[in-house]
């Protein structure tokens, strides 16, 4: 049922500038991806911290199913506990949705310049990452919206665990529907990882279509 969040990061990339007063489209479009990339650190900043409340996550619920129904004071804790920890992963997770779109939003400024490109090959490489950073944004939005659902879903188990009354059907209903939650994350996830993956090589190729000397940060 658990499961830990892991996402891929895009790649910066970075050159010298010299006598930048009057920027070539080429050099406009460096800027903003680049600039994108750095709005989305926050994004990155989230993923450790939420990887280690699923992982403390996880370690709770897995306790709880051990106990016995004579040990409902504890169960009734620790359930509290675990949707505290919910709690927490929402707001890193919104978080991690405000730098997503910070960063989309400055990317999309590469718009006007990629429309001056002399190049036909450069432009039509910096079409392609366009077309795959929507994909990608759409990707995440479909990540985001199926993680909260998966959220929301615990949060009702654990509620679940305060009542003593509690039919074990019932649980075992609710664990079943947060499976599948997660299969759709987890559907997501990958989905969103692999257009990071090509919108970074299709992002070198642009920049290789270009006169612009990259110092590329393969980390």
């Known amino acids: 049922m658990r499961y830990l ?13 010299v006598g930048c007063s009057n920027q070539t489209p080429e050099e406009q479009i460096h800027e903003h991806l680049e600039e994108a990339v750095s709005l989305e650190e926050t994004f990155q900043e989230q993923q ?48 991690e949705k405000e730098s997503i779109d910070e960063a989309k939003e400055e990317f999309d400024e590469i718009e006007s310049p990629v429309e001056d490109l002399e190049s036909d090959e450069a432009q039509e490489e910096a079409n392609q990452l366009i ?33 003593e009354d509690l039919v074990k059907d019932d649980l075992q209903a609710k664990v079943d529907e947060i499976n599948e939650s ?16 090509e919108y970074n090589e299709q992002k070198k190729s642009f920049y290789e279509s270009t006169d612009l000397q990259i110092n590329y940060d393969e980390s």
Request: negative net charge.
């Open 5 to 17: 969040k892991i996402v891929t990061s895009l790649s910066a990339a970075a050159f010298l500038m």
């Open 48 to 95: 450790q911290p939420l990887q280690e409340l699923e992982a403390e996550e996880k370690e709770i619920y897995n306790e709880i199913i051990e106990m016995d129904a004579e040990q409902l004071d504890e169960i009734q804790e620790q359930s509290k506990e675990a949707a505290e920890i919910v709690e927490e992963r929402k707001e890193l997770i919104d978080t």
């Open 131 to 163: 077309e795959t950073m929507d994909k990608r944004y759409e990707a995440y939005n479909s990540l985001y919206e199926a993680y909260q659902t998966a959220l929301s879903l615990d949060s009702e188990l654990y509620e679940m665990m305060q009542d």
């Open 182 to 197: 997660y299969n759709e994350v987890i559907e997501a996830n990958d989905e969103f990882n692999a257009f990071t993956k």
